[in-house]
């Protein structure tokens, strides 16, 4: 007898249904099948959960010895304003050097500042000059880690294979939102400030052993030039030479600018959900965190490539929409449900962004074509970061998060209507988005 008379009249066995599962669970962690990917896979995770466990510790310590979201939003404005120097920098450097070792020596650099930062407050000596000191320093580790993990991440899958693998990335990076102030809060509550720098430095050495395993890999040098911004500057020709590439890359300024600058008044907005506690702040974070997981995991299951235009659209509205809802919530419950949706959608977009960016670029082009992204899209949250922490000391974060949502609801729209970006919503496959970056 076979196996198939064992099956029920109604459908397939049980069989059938664990072989659909697996094909499913297979299409979702297809990278992972590359080793040096899930190298990197995993030093994302590890060093962005040092990141957001960097991120907790230093806002509720500013908070609660300045209370002020000036301060809070000006560790932001320390962490991502070194993008406006560093990520171009790191671009050439991407383009002239061992990525793979760039990668590491930035993650040491977070690695002694998180340790610096665990040492002062261990000691008493932690106030507003020294912490914005350290975590100085870690922005310009993240400026150059940004950018050595993107220039990184086309040579270590197929290029059929690179929007699944830019998905799980996200998933890894935006998904340590969750994962680090997870770990952190309930250190935060039980043991103070100082335990939390002391994780997120563990976090950064091991990010280190895990980027030196990757495996080093070819770099076609830079013509030398007599002009020292000469790389910068064909770079920047580059990106505005192919209309969609240049599109996108100002699209997720505007999206970081407007969408991802609440952190810096988060702590305040927890405050006035519920005064004085501060699980609520970290409750918010992981929530944010848990959406990202959720949303890049179910962008990684997407199978037609095609989708991904009309997911863009849908991912950049909705990413404003949700931060809307969470500046008009008026509960804990409600708050944290859109914090969810505000990490998921702000995830998913950021990922196809990525995804399209790494197809319509050059290889040659990747380093410095990352640095301008990056450095476009932190610069941009360093400012907005700093200047809305100091308006939240008179006008309500809530007021602020409306407006900020509601502002980039209206640009996004805009935006997507232009013609560079009307055959991409229509939806594109690999192939002509590799033709659209050659054009």
């Given at each position: ?12 066995g ?5 072989d ?13 099948r ?21 991120a907790?510790?230093?806002?509720w ?19 991502q ?5 560093f ?6 450097w991407a ?8 990668l590491?020596?930035?993650l ?24 914005l ?15 050595a ?16 693998a ?13 994962l ?9 509550v039980?043991?103070?400030p ?8 563990c ?14 890999r070819?770099?076609i040098?830079?013509?030398n030039?007599?002009?020292?911004f000469?790389?910068?500057?064909d770079?920047?020709?580059y990106v505005l ?16 600018s407007?969408?991802?600058?609440y952190q810096?008044?988060?702590?305040q907005?927890a405050g006035?959900?519920?005064p ?6 970290g409750?918010?974070?992981t929530?944010v ?25 849908v991912?950049a509205?909705a ?14 419950v ?9 990490g998921?959608s702000q ?11 790494q ?23 360093a ?11 008179t ?20 935006m997507?209507?232009a013609?560079a970006?009307r055959?991409?919503?229509?939806g594109?496959s ?10």
């Amino acid at each position: 007898m076979t196996s198939s008379s064992t099956r029920p009249p109604g459908g397939p066995g049980p069989a059938a249904g664990q072989d659909a599962a697996w094909r499913g669970a297979a299409a979702i962690f297809q990278s992972w099948r590359f080793p040096d990917y899930r190298r990197l896979w995993l030093c994302v995770v590890v060093a962005n959960s040092g990141r957001w466990i960097l991120a907790l510790g230093a806002g509720w310590l500013l908070f609660n010895l300045t209370h002020s979201s000036f301060w809070v939003g000006a560790s932001f404005f320390t962490i991502q304003g070194p993008a406006l120097l560093f990520s171009p920098l790191a671009g050439v450097w991407a383009d002239r050097y061992d990525r793979r070792l760039l990668l590491a020596l930035a993650l040491a650099l977070a690695a002694f500042a998180t340790g610096m930062l665990a040492l002062l407050t261990l000691l008493g000596l932690a106030t507003a000059g020294p912490v914005l000191a350290c975590t100085l320093l870690c922005g310009v580790a993240f400026s150059v880690q940004g950018t050595a993990w993107g220039s990184l991440l086309p040579g270590v899958v197929p290029r059929d294979t690179l929007p699944n693998a830019v998905a799980l990335q996200g998933t890894a990076r935006q998904g340590a939102e969750f994962l680090g102030p997870a770990l952190a809060s309930p250190l935060l509550v039980a043991a103070g400030p100082s335990a939390v720098f002391a994780l997120a430095a563990c976090c950064y050495g091991g990010a280190v052993l895990l980027a030196l395993r990757i495996a080093a890999r070819r770099v076609i040098p830079l013509r030398n030039s007599e002009q020292p911004f000469a790389p910068l500057r064909d770079g920047l020709r580059y990106v505005l030479a192919v209309p969609l590439l240049g599109s996108v890359v100002f699209l997720v300024a505007f999206h970081c600018s407007l969408t991802m600058t609440y952190q810096g008044m988060l702590p305040q907005f927890a405050g006035s959900l519920l005064p004085g506690d501060g699980k609520v702040y970290g409750a918010l974070m992981t929530a944010v965190g848990l959406g990202a997981i959720v949303g890049t995991v179910t962008l990684a299951a997407v199978s037609n490539r095609r989708w991904y235009g009309a997911g863009y659209v849908v991912t950049a509205v909705a990413s404003g929409a949700a931060l809307l809802a969470l500046g008009r919530s008026g509960s804990v419950v409600v708050a944290l449900a859109a914090a969810s949706a505000v990490g998921a959608s702000q995830a998913m977009f950021m990922a196809i962004s990525l995804t399209f960016l790494q197809q319509l670029t050059a290889d040659g082009y990747l380093g410095r074509v990352t640095g301008l992204y990056n450095f476009l899209a932190s610069g941009t949250m360093a400012f907005l970061s700093l200047g809305l922490g100091a308006f939240a000391v008179t006008v309500a974060p809530a007021v602020l998060m409306t407006i900020t949502g509601g502002g980039f609801v209206l640009v996004a729209m805009a935006m997507l209507a232009a013609p560079a970006f009307r055959r991409l919503c229509r939806g594109v496959s690999a192939a002509e988005l590799a033709e659209l970056g050659l054009a």
